[in-house]
């Protein structure tokens, strides 16, 4: 047998391995635990059908759609006034510039009922285009090895995908998130073709939405990117042009206003997967199970300084970490994609779709290809992509509660796993130079 006849075998043989996985994660998540639960007389736990058939009927919430385009109403009915301080909701979190495609449509006549059915349609398409790209990227890094995609692959990649729970959530609720993961997944793929620039201006796209990935612009310029980090600031440069011209310089500016405000407030609710709602459900300060909109967890200053501190400390540590081989690799980028996400006071369940994308360059990279399986990927995949509604039951289970935050600590680990994986290449090539 020929070594690409090997190769061919070795991978067809990960991929059912590879679909066996997420068949069993899929039944473990939404069938095993609604069991034990009902069994155990736990009652029920809850699960992803709803999300489910929302996604199959392609039918969504307006938790981003309605204030974007309430603020757009605020604004033509009151064009001097500024539009963060607009009394008829508070929830306007992103940038002006997010809205130039509201606009857009708006000056095409294109109505609220038509432009919610066409944003839920454009929601669902991301959804499927992040197996799309995801499989795209795999059949990319596979052909590097001469080995093309099989069916049990393929399949795997799209159960995963419509049983991604960030990701169904998001679609669910209507909420921007579910183009931001594709993006994510988008810009991963371009920076493994080599097409950095591509790559950087989606980057800058995502920034535009949550402000927090324009650490990817400090990633950048920290790994001395140049032409990424220039192709990032000419099409923020762009968007902030056209948003001005839009919406005038003044409502622009308010938004520094609203990303200090946010960096004090946010909520415990258990769906909010980061160090400030785990502290918070820890000391039973605010809500957990129940969730109230608008209202924000009492502050405490002892758990904003730790929020703060560990939020430095995983930015710091991606930027500062020896990458050695796979500095600037998509490794390195995706980590710090996610540690813009973990670090956040508000992570909440959804934000989280972005994972997938990673752990699909990951599969296709290295997983498929070591003799090993990689059980400490695969839990952080199961902690990262499934609802388990059940760590519900220890909400008022002081020291236990912290289960809750079981998507919050798959991400830590994913963090760990991805430094790891570039230490292991590392010694790998010392090794083959000695």
């Keep these: 047998m020929t070594s690409r006849a090997v190769r061919i075998s070795s991978v067809n043989s990960h991929g059912k391995r590879l679909l066996f996985f997420v068949v069993c994660s899929l039944l473990l998540a939404n069938v095993v635990q609604w069991g034990l639960c009902r069994a155990l007389h736990l009652g029920n736990p809850g699960a992803i059908k709803v999300e489910l058939a929302d996604l199959l009927h392609v039918r969504q919430w307006t938790d981003s759609w309605l204030p974007m385009m309430k603020s757009l109403d605020y604004f033509e009915a009151n064009p001097t006034k500024p539009i963060y301080a607009a009394p008829l909701y508070d929830t306007l979190i992103y940038s002006l510039a997010s809205e130039l495609p509201l606009v857009a449509l708006r000056r095409l006549g294109v109505g609220d009922a038509a432009m919610l059915r066409l944003l839920a349609l454009v929601s669902w398409l991301a959804v499927a285009g992040v197996a ?83 650490l990817l612009l400090v990633w950048m310029a920290v790994r001395r990117r140049w032409g990424a980090m220039w192709a990032f600031l000419i099409c923020s440069a762009v968007l902030l042009g056209m948003s001005v011209a839009v919406f005038g310089w003044r409502n622009n500016l308010d938004y520094v206003g609203v ?3 946010l960096s004090h407030k946010a909520q415990s609710h258990y769906a909010n997967q980061s160090m400030f709602g785990t502290l918070n459900r820890m000391i039973f300060n605010g809500e ?21 501190l560990t939020s430095l400390v995983l930015v710091a540590g991606v930027l500062l970490f020896p990458w050695g081989k796979m500095r600037s690799s998509t490794a390195d980028l995706a980590a710090m994609g996610l540690a813009s996400v973990a670090a956040s006071p508000m992570a909440w369940e959804h934000h989280y779709g972005i994972v997938f994308g990673i752990f699909a360059w990951f599969w296709f990279s290295y997983g498929c290809w070591e003799v090993k399986r990689p059980w400490l990927w695969g839990l952080s995949f199961f902690l990262c992509d499934n609802f388990l509604s059940a760590t519900n039951l220890l909400a008022d289970k002081r020291g236990l509660n912290v289960l809750q935050s079981y998507m919050y600590l798959g991400a830590l680990l994913l963090l760990v796993l991805l430094m790891r994986l570039a230490r292991k290449v590392e010694a790998d090539r010392t090794a083959v130079l000695a």
């Design 132 to 214: 799309v790209v995801s499989l795209a990227m795999g059949r990319r890094l596979l052909r590097r090895r001469g080995v093309e995609l099989d069916w049990a692959t393929i399949l795997a990649v799209v159960l995963a995908c419509v049983g991604c729970y960030p990701l169904i959530k998001g679609y669910a609720l209507g909420n921007a998130q579910t183009l931001l993961s594709f993006g994510f997944t988008l810009m991963l793929f371009l920076w493994t073709a080599g097409r950095e620039r591509e790559a950087a201006v989606v980057a800058a796209m995502l920034a535009f939405v949550k402000p927090q990935y324009v």
């Design 288 to 308: 957990n199970l129940g969730y109230t909109p608008h209202v924000y967890t009492p502050y405490v200053a002892w758990v904003y300084r730790t929020t703060l």
């Design 259 to 261: 990303l200090a405000s």
